[in-house]
Each structure stands twice: as C-alpha cells, then as structure tokens.
C-alpha cells in the first residue's frame, strides 16, 4: 500500500462516525438504514477521494435490493422439526433458502421480487406478528 493511500485509509478511519459504523458492520449483518439510524449522515459521506469505503460500498449495494433483513425468531430446532428452511420476505415476499447461523436465523439482504405470482411451496411466512408454516 502507498504512502499516500495508507495515510487516506488513516484519515478515514480517524473520523468517530465512520469506526462507529464499522464497528456495527463487525457486530453482524445489518441494513443501511439501521446503519445510519443513529447518525445524522448520507452516503455520500464515507464517498472519499473518488472511491467508496468498502463498507459503505457493501452497504449501497444492499439498499438497492429489498431492506428487510430482521432476524427471524423461528428457531433451528423448528426448522429441523418440519424439514423447512425456506421463507418469503415480509416486505417484497421473495422466497429464500435460510440457514442458521451463529444460532439465529436473519433474512439476507436480496434483490426485491420483481413478480406478482403467488409463492408455492412449504415456507415460513410471517403473519400478523409471528412466523407460521404455509403450504400455499
């Protein structure tokens, strides 16, 4: 790494709200909006010398597709108990193949459902307020 670039990445990271938004990167997956929730700040703002800070560069890339990326509280052992891993998105109802990780299940950031075809198949759909099978 350069001299010149290495004092760039230097002087980036010394801003408190950039090591603020890269230490919610390292505490898991989240969305852009929870990522600027707390701060008072565009996207533009991580934008330096004519290249995105990859952080920010990965986070962009996700506020394209669809924001919901929640935990979702079905748990490994129910998943194992009905041999279903699939579930659709509450806010685009895009149907995703999930595994647990760390113990927990969160829906990846993804691409928005361009269709308006009904979903089939065994899934996890929420309603209402909780995650239920459907076979519809």
Not at 68 to 81: A, G
Request: hydrophobic share 40%.
């Amino acid at each position: 790494m350069s001299p010149d670039r290495l004092s760039s990445t230097f002087a980036a990271l010394a801003d408190p709200t950039r090591r603020a938004i890269l230490a919610r990167l390292a505490s898991g997956e989240t969305s852009v909006m929870e990522l600027a929730e707390p701060f008072d700040m565009s996207l533009a703002y991580a934008f330096v010398d004519g290249q995105w800070l990859p952080c920010t560069a990965d986070a962009f890339l996700q506020m394209q597709g669809c924001s919901d990326t929640k935990v979702i509280e079905v748990t490994r052992s129910q998943m194992e108990e009905t041999g279903v891993s699939h579930f659709e998105c509450p806010t685009c109802l895009a149907v995703r193949d999930i595994q647990p990780k760390g113990g927990r299940v969160k829906f990846p950031s993804h691409s928005k459902r361009m269709t308006t075809t009904p979903n089939r198949g065994s899934r996890w759909v929420k309603q209402e307020i909780a995650w239920k099978l459907s076979d519809a």
